[in-house]
């Protein structure tokens, strides 16, 4: 079973409104977590990254969120644009080997 | 900066044959690390390169290896090639090996087994 599931698989959204997307994991010890954007043909990019103690973390319009209780992590997409349109991908990175898990990702497709 | 770059972009190879692929990472970074990606799997973990020695490797078999040189550039090779091998294959470099190093994804190499 993958320690990092996300939800949903895909989702479209119209242009200017808002999206939440979710992602659970098992991954222990906890280090970070991180979400990607990848456009189609290209290499995963960086979006946020939250530790153990962070909550919250903001790039522009993508807010990413942390309970590290409950071990659940959202990146909520604000005021959506076309470029929007990409896969999503949650990653946890474990405290004691670094290794890294893997979500399958979430597809948003934006539509005008 | 030049970001990570990876040849070739697109191959073609037939079941049996074997390929390499090339990683050049963002100079200054000493760290790369291999993935492999597919619609139905995702991004799966194949290794991670530091200083030129192998530092963590992912669950695939040994066809699957790599290495890096002094330069930090790295090569993967995959031998024996089967149809379920025809993935992206993505390579990340971060400037040292760890927790909250940030990790620059090249644009991958898209590899299809005939």
């Known amino acids: 079973k993958n320690q990092v599931e996300q939800s949903p698989q895909s989702l479209i959204i119209l242009e200017g409104k808002n999206c939440t997307l979710q992602?659970?994991?098992?991954?222990?010890?906890?280090?970070?977590l991180r979400w990607y954007k990848q456009d189609t043909g290209r290499g995963p990019v960086s979006l946020t990254i939250m530790t153990f103690s962070e909550n919250t973390k903001s790039n522009g319009r993508y807010t990413a969120t942390l309970d590290a209780d409950t071990k659940q992590s959202s990146l909520h997409i604000t005021a959506s644009q076309l470029s929007d349109s990409a896969s999503y991908i949650c990653?946890?990175?474990?405290?004691?080997?670094?290794?890294?898990?893997f979500g399958a990702g979430t597809t948003v497709t934006v539509r005008a | 900066k030049a970001g990570v770059t990876q040849t070739p972009r697109y191959l073609i190879k037939t079941r049996g044959q074997q390929v390499t692929l090339s990683c050049s990472p963002i100079?200054?970074?000493?760290?790369v690390s291999w993935y492999q990606q597919t619609p139905g799997q995702g991004l799966q973990f194949l290794f991670e390169?530091?200083?030129?020695?192998?530092?963590n490797k992912g669950n695939f078999p040994g066809r699957f290896s790599g290495r890096q040189f002094s330069n930090s550039r790295s090569e993967m090779n995959v031998s024996t090639l089967e149809l379920g091998d025809s993935a992206l294959y993505l390579c990340a470099s971060s400037r040292d090996s760890g927790s909250e190093n940030e990790q620059f994804f090249g644009p991958g190499t898209r590899l299809t087994v005939l």
């Open positions: 390169y530091f200083s030129e020695t192998q530092r």
């Open positions: 990653v946890v990175r474990k405290t004691d080997d670094y290794k890294l898990s």
């Open positions: 992602c659970n994991y098992t991954v222990s010890p906890f280090s970070n």
């Open positions: 100079s200054g970074h000493r760290s």
